[in-house]
Nanobody
Framework: QVRLVESGGGLVQPGGSLRLSCAAS????????MNWYRQVPGKERELVAF????????SYADSVKGRFTISRDNAKNTVYLQMNRLKYEDTAVYYC?????WGQGTQVTVSS
């Protein structure tokens, strides 16, 4: 079955950077577009970024455009989210997503 395992979250100061990873297994990774979502307690999950099967097409939420970059390595079955110039409002649990499958999430906290 589909398994998605996120890593790379942590505590970072405003203006800092983090790189999230999502290791995928249980399906043919290269055949599916992948998403990163985030969720703050009490709010709905927000789509942050999408990447197409070969990585040629990406899209971002307006709130992260120009700061976050989604990428993938189909040889490693892994999708990444490079987050730069982090802001307090980026604090959330970040989830990797494929269709109706979700990882366990990784906490990102932006705080001074």
């Amino acid at each position: 079955q589909v398994r998605l395992v996120e890593s790379g979250g942590g505590l970072v100061q405003p203006g800092g950077s983090l790189r999230l990873s999502c290791a995928a297994s249980g399906f043919t990774f290269s055949r599916y577009g992948m998403n990163w979502y985030r969720q703050v307690p009490g709010k709905e999950r927000e789509l942050v970024a999408f990447i197409s099967t070969a990585g040629g097409s990406t899209s971002y939420a307006d709130s992260v455009k120009g700061r976050f970059t989604i990428s993938r390595d189909n040889a490693k079955n892994t999708v990444y989210l490079q987050m730069n110039r982090l802001k307090y409002e980026d604090t959330a649990v970040y989830y990797c997503n494929l269709l109706d499958s979700w990882g366990q999430g990784t906490q990102v906290t932006v705080s001074s």
